[in-house]
């Protein structure tokens, strides 16, 4: 396949669009050299990578613009990406990826009490390109209710452990979003789609043996600029405490993975407890064949002990090794780690 160079980050349209794109490229590039050059030879370093930035031309961009965490600046971002990637190859998931970036890959399909059909896809790369690599979308039928935007990141401590990164959780942006939401909520036995997204996210996180989901705070969503002018309102941070993660110092959040909890029926009133079993069980098996389906394509995930575990690879391709090197050579000088933004040993 072709080598990756920056004329592939040219999406098809008329010429002189192309030529402005192509003059913002070339400027963005020799403004940053280095950065550059990190993120070309990481694309190149698998043919996995280089079928993904001939399939969407937009990746090749993230490293010049806010990225996950308005917190990241530019080498962090490319650590960042280094990162996910590195996992994708690490755990076969390619193909499922490549997938996901031609079109919707339909991860799991169900009712809702009324009947109405329910499916949640699996996106990459855009839509949401600003906010993480990977996106779940909750369709009812042809409607978008709801998306989550994610990508798979080193942990930031001494640990190799990974974490789930989570840039964004929203409904489309339309006047009858919210009504949408609560339609759903309704038919879902009471299960908000943002929760439900949520809880799969966590549930991938827990099946790949990640130990934590990052969630971003209000203050640090890499979409400042829209914030700024009053286009987004949602309230990240009170959500996030709900869903039981912990506030962190850096104003994101962490919510450790690990399997899904059945409710408490004695501590629920008993007109309600069918409700909440039901809301359980649909969680469970939603949860079940997103993880099924999201692996299908990839390495299979051996279960251990309970629980779905991610198996580690016997050996470690050069390619792997290359995009390790890419993150080491964008670690910050001042000793921070560019994906968990936890101080390094010895600062």
Not at 55 to 83: E, F, G, M, N, V
Not at 118 to 147: F, H, N, W
């Amino acid at each position: 396949m072709q080598a990756i160079t920056l004329r592939a980050g040219l999406e098809r349209k008329s010429l002189p669009s192309m030529a402005c794109a192509a003059v913002k490229l070339q400027a963005r590039a020799l403004a940053h050299p280095l950065l550059t050059r990190g993120w070309l030879q990481l694309l190149n370093s698998h043919g996995a990578l280089r079928e993904l930035a001939h399939l969407q031309p937009r990746l090749l961009h993230k490293i010049y613009r806010p990225y996950l965490s308005s917190r990241l600046d530019r080498p962090q971002r490319l650590a960042a990406l280094a990162s996910h990637y590195r996992f994708v190859l690490q755990h076969g998931l390619a193909d499922t990826v490549a997938h996901a970036v031609r079109g919707p890959l339909v991860l799991a399909s169900f009712e809702g009490k009324s009947g109405a059909a329910y499916q949640v896809d699996l996106r990459a790369i855009v839509p949401m390109e600003r906010e993480g690599e990977l996106v779940l979308q909750l369709r009812c039928g042809a409607t978008l209710v709801y998306s989550v935007a994610f990508s798979f990141l080193a942990d930031g401590s001494q640990s190799s452990a990974a974490s789930v990164g989570v840039g964004c959780l929203q409904g489309p942006q339309c006047g009858a979003g919210l009504e949408l939401a609560r339609a759903a909520t309704r038919d879902l036995h009471g299960l908000r789609p943002k929760q439900l997204l949520l809880r799969l996210v966590q549930q991938l996180g827990y099946a790949y043996g990640c130990s934590q989901v990052l969630l971003v705070g209000n203050d640090n969503r890499a979409v400042l600029k829209q914030i700024r002018k009053g286009r987004v309102h949602a309230d990240y941070n009170a959500f996030w405490l709900e869903m039981g993660a912990q506030r962190r110092a850096d104003g994101d959040y962490a919510l450790a993975c690990g399997p899904l909890q059945a409710p408490l029926l004695d501590e629920i009133a008993s007109k309600k407890r069918s409700e909440a079993r039901k809301r359980h069980e649909l969680l469970a098996g939603v949860a079940d064949a997103v993880v099924e389906n999201f692996a299908q394509r990839g390495a299979p995930i051996p279960r251990e002990r309970g629980r779905i575990a991610a198996r580690a690879p016997a050996s470690e391709p050069a390619s792997v090794l290359a995009t390790e090197l890419a993150i080491e050579l964008v670690t910050t000088p001042g000793g921070c780690n560019a994906i968990g933004y936890l101080p390094t040993s010895g600062t």
